[in-house]
Nanobody
Framework: VQLQASGGGLVQAGGSLRLSCAAS????????IGWFRQAPGKEREFVAGISWSGGTTYYADSVKGRFAISRDNAKNTVYLHMNSLKPEDTAVYYCGAQKSTYSSDSPGRYDYWGQGTLVTVSS
């Protein structure tokens, strides 16, 4: 599975962005997908995850109520809708695919990664 993350950019605090994670090479059916982020000098942290069916979603406490993850298996694409963005959301965002029903919050459990897309939130 090859993953391509896109949609990052520069946005003012309070603004919104939608990130996309498009898969190619094979279907993402059977793979849970997770979004992670990594700020300079920090470890990669879990942001949100979605089960392979799309029926179960998970969020880090820091983004609950502001971010929403969804997937369109027909398009092999997972989305991260980010609202009410804060400067502390600034990071490179990565999507990962895990051969599992449910996503994990541990990056070590993921089998494939996209290249990352930069999100910068100005104050």
């Amino acid at each position: 599975v090859q993953l391509q993350a896109s949609g990052g950019g520069l946005v003012q605090a309070g603004g919104s962005l939608r990130l996309s994670c498009a898969a190619s090479g094979r279907t993402t059916s059977g793979y849970a997908i997770g979004w992670f982020r990594q700020a300079p000098g920090k470890e990669r942290e879990f942001v949100a995850g979605i089960s392979w069916s799309g029926g179960t979603t998970y969020y880090a406490d820091s983004v609950k109520g502001r971010f929403a993850i969804s997937r369109d298996n027909a398009k092999n694409t997972v989305y991260l809708h980010m609202n009410s963005l804060k400067p502390e959301d600034t990071a490179v965002y990565y999507c990962g695919a895990q051969k599992s029903t449910y996503s994990s919050d541990s990056p070590g459990r993921y089998d494939y990664w996209g290249q990352g897309t930069l999100v910068t939130v100005s104050s």
